[in-house]
């Protein structure tokens, strides 16, 4: 039976706590935080956190320190941010789709779900691209579904990996317009761009950041964007939505997270903090100078897309285990 002196002194302690806490919060942030990215030194996701990460602490008086743990297409850095105290002093970079296709897969045995993360402050939406060498006959989009729906299994269409969102991506294009690919699934942009300009795969489901590059070398032609607004990199590129295709939407979204737990006041003052660095126009010339999409999300906003995300990649990822081979 617990004494009236034990019940004071539990009270006196949990006081003591919720003081402690609300004394932390307002001190926030009073030492150095770790960004987590998932990814090595010198991409794409590891430019933009540099960038944010170097505007942001002056913002928050503290340093913020970038620290890469790439492996296993980003479950290394997503596990040890899972793992990490949830006190704000550690946050991190998730990719979506990437992180939720890790979830719903067995094989990858992720120690973390999609929960395990609080939405704070999204980067980045780099819209999904398709695109053909320059001497390919398929001239339009509508071309490649027409190849692909005449001839099933017979256009090749390459992705950067099983289950990333270039896969995602063909998937929704199946169910969209009746096309059938043969998937072939590659390593990365590196070998993705190599294998589609030698001609090994007949067109590349890509992101816009991945075909300028041939595009604006004159190497590849671009036949579709896969958002709703056209790209500012490729203006001259419709989008699937103007063709007539308003569910093939796909995106490589890279935002920043807070373990699960972390207090609702410190995340409103990294939200604060991130979106204040995110707004300066040094931060959008510097992502755009790596051809990267600015978009901005934060609070509920980001929360809602974060959650969307999750369910429209458990719906693919369903299918691509059960999609028939013709």
Request: charged share 20%; no cysteine; glycine share 10%.
């Amino acid at each position: 039976m617990i004494t009236r002196r034990e019940t004071l002194a539990m009270g006196v302690g949990l006081t003591a706590a919720l003081t402690t806490g609300r004394a932390a919060a307002q001190d926030f942030p009073s030492r150095p935080i770790n960004l987590i990215v998932m990814a090595p030194a010198g991409g794409s996701t590891d430019v933009g956190a540099r960038v944010v990460a170097a505007l942001a602490e002056k913002i928050a008086g503290q340093p913020i320190v970038v620290v890469n743990k790439g492996g296993a297409g980003g479950q290394v850095g997503w596990t040890e941010l899972a793992r990490s105290k949830p006190d704000g002093y550690t946050i991190g970079f998730v990719v979506l789709p990437g992180m939720n296709t890790q979830v719903l897969d067995p094989s990858r045995q992720a120690i973390f779900t999609e929960e395990s993360f609080v939405p704070v402050a999204n980067q980045v939406s780099d819209p999904g691209a398709l695109w053909v060498k320059a001497d390919s006959p398929f001239k339009t989009f509508a071309d490649v579904i027409e190849a692909a729906k005449k001839a099933p299994g017979t256009v090749r269409a390459a992705t950067t990996g099983i289950l990333s969102d270039d896969h995602l991506a063909i998937l929704m294009t199946e169910e969209a317009t009746g096309a059938h690919f043969r998937i072939v699934h590659l390593d990365g942009n590196a070998n993705q761009l190599k294998e589609t300009l030698s001609g090994n795969v007949d067109v590349a489901f890509d992101n816009v950041g991945g075909a300028i590059k041939p595009v604006k070398a004159g190497q590849g032609r671009a036949l579709a964007v896969t958002d709703p607004d056209r790209s500012k990199f490729l203006p001259e590129v419709p989008t699937t939505v103007e063709l007539g295709f308003p569910t093939i939407i796909s995106s490589s979204t890279r935002g920043i997270t807070a373990p699960k737990g972390t207090p609702p006041e410190i995340l409103r003052k990294l939200a604060d903090m991130l979106g204040k660095a995110m707004a300066e126009p040094e931060h959008n010339a510097k992502l755009e100078a790596q051809g990267l999409t600015v978009k901005v999300m934060l609070g509920d906003d980001y929360a809602k897309f974060y959650k969307e995300a999750h369910e429209k990649a458990k719906k693919y990822v369903e299918w691509a285990r059960t999609r028939p081979q013709k």
